[in-house]
């Protein structure tokens, strides 16, 4: 089984995981499109795609707009539906926002697929958040789903949409349930794509990475290569469909995330400190980061 | 505890539970406003609060409309947040309209009581419906949820924002998960308040009542008394504030209840055919019953 000769289809194409996953798939002789609507701020840049550019079809529009999507979607073997708002923050600060971008547009995306490309098979880019605090270790997809933040609220709702689209109208999908993913093309200019962008950020640059309460935190990675790899083998995989799969890797504490940092690129610097009153309600956010630029 | 000279907000208040909840607040000497946008062929009648028509405050305005909100909700003590749509087949039919009125709208409640009304108390009419399939029974708060349709999906993703608004935000809010709820003021000229109100229908007209499978489903049942009880306990009490509860009642089968209507009515009659294919996939279909009038 492979993608060469089939057509593809990445929304949000143009960031950071679906440019690495744009370049596996030209590798592998697929027709690959990028659709991205460049959204200021949310990681689209064109320099992710640079050796590729002239591999690949670059497509500007935004996934809330049905009628561009109608006639994308319409002769796609595989879409890789990655494109969405990431940043707990920005959920918060703007709710709207993110429901239109991480709910509605999925919804519009499955039902453009119901009608126009009942033949395709979508793999969704959903993401941990939605378990919320952690309940038990290791978590497994039977935890219970408590999304801590409007972000994962959203997210589930489209991961629902996604399942029930394959159920009942026989839209093939598959989600996975992304963590901590980093690797080449991360937006690092901001916290928008997670602290790991950012640490890598205060690390290069020299200032102070700010840690809240112990910093013995824990939270999992995967390296951007594993995450392409895990969203080719479900697209490939029939009996994936209609299912969600975590996407699980290296556990390490946010200190210890810091530290190497630091080490490595041998500037920057570390501080610990107690848990800002209202980011205590917020258990999702471990860290403070400034989000505009 | 009581209601008494207290200012409370009915949303979908001229519909079948949001009017019985208006009758005995009225009655406990409240001061009502019901709100509602009066959808055709949702539920909500001004025959509903004929008795009541000078006790309350009448107005028309849609909870998708924030501007009305604002005012509408600064001096309240409690919102019963009870608008909404709650047609299965409506809303696999309209999607969009189903997310709007049942998603957007509740955020858009809980970001202008965020500003404008953070003493309110909030108790929101969830639904039994994000369950999906029973994996056990009798099924209890902690039960996985597994939305089969769009609406349940929209609805959870609702009571997750109201949950979310109280942990964050100190918006006080309680979840009730309603099942089957009947009574004086239930929409009976359409399926879209659930399958009691046609079966009703149809035994008073002396139409056939038409079942799926062997009829032996078992639901539960609430009166709407009840329902309107539950409700008013849950606002008066600060220690259910943040989390939800289902509200469960006795159990029939579909077949007990359709022969009790017949049998109570004199006429109407029982059919019961096999589950229709497209019908299977959405589990939470029960019976035929056309919406259109």
Known sequence: MSFAGKNVLITG???FIGSNLARRLVREGANVTLLDSMLDEYGANLFNIKDIKDDVVLNFSDMRDEHSLRYLVRDKDYIFNLAG????QDSMREPFM?????TRAQLTLLETCRYYAPQTIIVFSSTRQIYGHPQYLPVDENHPLAPPDVNGINKLAAEHYHQLYTKVYGVRTVSLRL??????GQLIKNARQGFIGWFVNRAVTGETIQLFGTGEQLRDFNYVD???????????????YGDVFNLSGERASLKTVAETLIRLSGKG?????????????????????????
């Open 269 to 293: 610097n570390l501080q610990i400190v107690p848990f800002p009153e209202e980011r205590k309600k917020l258990t999702s956010e471990i860290f403070t980061a400034p989000v505009r630029r």
């Open 179 to 184: 963590t901590n993913t980093y690797g080449p």
């Open 226 to 240: 594993d995450v392409v790899e895990a969203m080719c083998l479900a697209a490939l995989h029939e009996d994936a």
């Open 13 to 15: 194409g143009v960031g």
């Open 98 to 102: 993110d429901m239109e971008v991480n």
């Open 85 to 88: 708002q990431v940043s707990h």
